[in-house]
């Protein structure tokens, strides 16, 4: 008997599960309540400009996106390993000379960190690439900071730099989120290159959905809530599906989960046009954390159309405030002449991302297959099951659709 798998949601995670079903010989229908494939992963065109909804990276080394993903299609612009840091009225460029010679000497002779921080930057690369992927989730967890401390990095580092560059990872500057994240983030970004398409994030997702050829997906289509096998729409409609594969917060749409919603850090991205970069490199600006500033990082995407008349300069907010927009883009606008000296020629737009990370209480890299089943009928997909991170969207996904292979089928696939 032919069975019918349904997926909620055409983020990431929903896309691979489609995928990896279709891999398996599988027509699975995808309900989506937004209008576009991609969830948190999208992007809006402006006057030529290309706006991601939040600032976002997707990181080459990530296993999951060089399984996915054509990189070559995605014609992606990778940004040079280091950072701007704004720091007392002046700046300093750090890097990773191991990957960039050029920029030794600015990394060893900036004013961020003392020496023996740098050289511990060196040692941690080391440590970290004797370190498998299933090592580090493997391994015990703390908070980051305390990681850090441990790893007898200053204080004057660790405000300087981890606290505006991990802070803007994290979008928490106290760096509590686990220090198996930070270990994993600090590998993947010391083993390749923090890349952005041409064309905006949204090329992600839509890639993914140009590999699709026997998944239906039904836009503006909101799911009310899944009971048993059945599927209840928000405009009152209802359906049965054997398997319905929920990829997005759980909570919300299954009623015995109600409870156990889960918390979610978030972040607002505020992008301006410009008439010129004023960075030599195609790095980000970070100010580091002890100016208190509202601005966490900023950076000029190149994610721009022919038709632009400029640049575009995108800025991060990971503070908690209560401005309304228009006095932070005041504030904003502000703090841009002051610390970096750009003054913008005018604003464009601001995205507010509550719902950006899962706050989670521990990172997990993998589970069994098995793990994410919840009842006879429902299976669970997403971020919140392992990490939030691309690379755990998409390897949920996959995991996903193993089980519920391996449910029809009796089948284990690797
Ligand atoms: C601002 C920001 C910055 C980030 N930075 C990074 C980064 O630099 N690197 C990195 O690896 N990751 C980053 N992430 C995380 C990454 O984007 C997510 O981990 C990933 O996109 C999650 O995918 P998902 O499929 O699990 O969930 P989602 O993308 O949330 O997908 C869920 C989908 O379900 C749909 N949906 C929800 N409810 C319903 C319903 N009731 N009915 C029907 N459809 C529904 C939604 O519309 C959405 O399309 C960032 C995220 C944000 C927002």
Redesign the pocket.
């Known amino acids: 008997m032919k069975q019918s798998i349904t997926i ?7 896309l691979v599960a489609a995928i990896q079903l279709e891999l398996l010989g599988y027509e699975p229908t995808i ?4 209008e576009k494939v ?4 999208r992007s809006d065109v402006q006057d030529g400009y290309i706006l991601d ?7 080459s080394a990530y296993p999951q996106a060089q399984k996915y993903l054509d990189f070559n299609a995605l014609d992606l612009d990778a940004f040079e390993s280091g950072a701007y840091i704004f720091k007392g009225g002046k700046q300093f460029c750090i890097g990773d000379p191991i990957k960039d010679t050029s920029l030794l000497f600015s990394t060893i002779f900036s004013k961020i960190g003392v020496l023996s921080d740098k050289l511990k930057i060196f040692k941690l690369t080391r440590k970290l690439k004797n370190k498998t992927i299933e090592q580090i989730f493997e391994g015990e967890e703390s908070r980051t900071i305390d990681y850090l401390k441990a790893f007898e990095f200053s204080e004057q580092f660790i405000v300087e730099f981890f606290k505006p560059f991990f802070g803007g ?1 994290f979008l928490e500057s106290e760096l509590n989120t686990s220090s198996r994240m930070f270990e994993f983030i600090f590998k993947m970004f010391s083993e390749g290159k923090a890349v952005i398409p041409r064309k905006g994030m949204q090329e992600i997702p839509n890639q993914l959905t140009s590999k699709l050829k026997a998944t239906k997906i039904n836009f503006s ?3 009310e809530k899944v009971v048993g096998d059945i599927i209840y729409f928000s405009n009152g409609d209802t359906e049965t599906s054997n398997f319905i594969i929920v ?2 917060e759980a909570s ?2 299954i009623p015995q989960l109600a409870g156990t919603k889960a918390g979610w850090k978030g ?1 607002q991205t505020l992008y301006f046009e410009v008439d010129q970069i004023d960075f030599n490199r195609y790095m980000i600006g970070l100010i580091t954390s002890e100016e208190n500033r509202l601005i966490n990082s900023v950076c000029y995407p190149k994610s721009i159309l022919s038709n632009a008349k400029h640049k575009l300069l995108s800025v991060s907010i990971i503070k908690q405030h209560q401005l309304t927009h228009q006095d932070l883009i005041a504030k904003v606008t502000e703090e841009l002449k002051l610390i970096f000296d750009i003054t913008p020629i005018r604003f464009l737009k601001v995205y507010d ?1 509550p719902y ?2 899962p706050e989670l209480s521990t990172a997990k890299m993998t589970v069994h297959p098995s793990e994410t089943q919840l009842t006879e009928h429902i299976f669970l997909a ?2 919140t099951l392992l990490n ?6 998409m390897h ?1 996904g996959e995991l996903v659709a193993k089980a519920i292979h391996e449910k029809i089928t009796g089948t284990m696939v690797s």
Do not use: C, M, P, Y
């Not at 309900?31 to 937004?34: H, I, L, Q, R, Y």
């Not at 991609?38 to 992963?41: L, N, P, Q, S, T």
């Not at 939030?388 to 969207?393: E, R, V």
């Open positions: 909620i949601g055409a983020g990431v995670s929903g309900f989506e309540a937004n991609g969830g948190r992963v909804h939040g600032f976002q990276v997707l990181l990872i289509t909101k799911v990829a997005t919300k749409i972040t991302i950006a990370l997403g971020d939030g991170s691309l690379n755990a969207a949920s």
